[in-house]
């Protein structure tokens, strides 16, 4: 029987492997502590535009590709779900989610087109599209911010600290949230901070302190 490959590692930690595990939690935390003052502002203004567009009953719809399509629908859970306090459910929906209607698009329009025709389909003005992209330059999430610009929706983005063609298809009424990272993985560690952030913040303009 062929020897197993764990059978081959040494009994003893690696000092190498380990420093480099070490040092992503150090990068993470100095990014976060770098992000908390840049940021905190931001994510203010921010969690106001979604609390007034639930208040105005508009809805909230959210997008990305990879790690950012489950940090989308991460946000759209905990919005139609909860953070951590009991409250009414919020209408927002992930426009990853639903497998069907994205092969069909990207079958017979192309993949570029998967979230914008669907802000098309079901977006209104007064809604509000939350385009998240590590890069800034995924060519569908620029489409569907142009989709709900048609559509007469704000935008609020996400990207690293190059937003990017994201950034250019912004107009002076969105609002951009451009973490200060470069490295894909310090880029999503910074959104998921940023997602609880803004629902912790949600909360408590609906809820009070």
Do not use: W
Request: glycine share 6%.
């Amino acid at each position: 029987m062929a020897e197993s490959f764990i059978d081959e590692f040494p009994d003893a930690p690696d000092a190498a492997m380990v420093t480099a595990i070490r040092k992503h939690f150090e990068d993470a935390a100095e990014n976060c502590a770098a992000a908390a003052a840049a940021l905190a502002p931001v994510l203010e203004d921010a969690a106001g535009r979604i609390v007034n567009a639930f208040m105005a009953n508009h809805r909230v719809f959210t997008c990305g590709n990879g790690g950012s399509a489950s940090d989308a629908e991460h946000l759209a859970a905990e919005l139609v779900g909860r953070l951590e306090r009991e409250r009414p459910a919020l209408p927002a929906f992930a426009l990853s989610a639903n497998s069907s209607v994205l092969t069909a698009v990207a079958n017979d329009y192309g993949y570029h087109d998967v979230f914008a025709r669907q802000v098309r389909a079901h977006g209104s003005a007064g809604d509000l599209l939350i385009a998240i992209s590590c890069s800034g330059n995924s060519a569908n999430v620029v489409e569907a911010v142009a989709a709900a610009h048609e559509r007469e929706m704000q935008v609020i983005a996400l990207s690293g600290a190059n937003p990017g063609k994201l950034g250019e298809q912004l107009s002076s009424q969105d609002c951009l949230i451009s973490v200060p990272a470069t490295r894909i993985m310090r880029v999503q560690e910074l959104h998921r901070v940023c997602i609880h952030a803004l629902c912790d913040a949600v909360d408590r303009i609906l809820l009070g302190e």
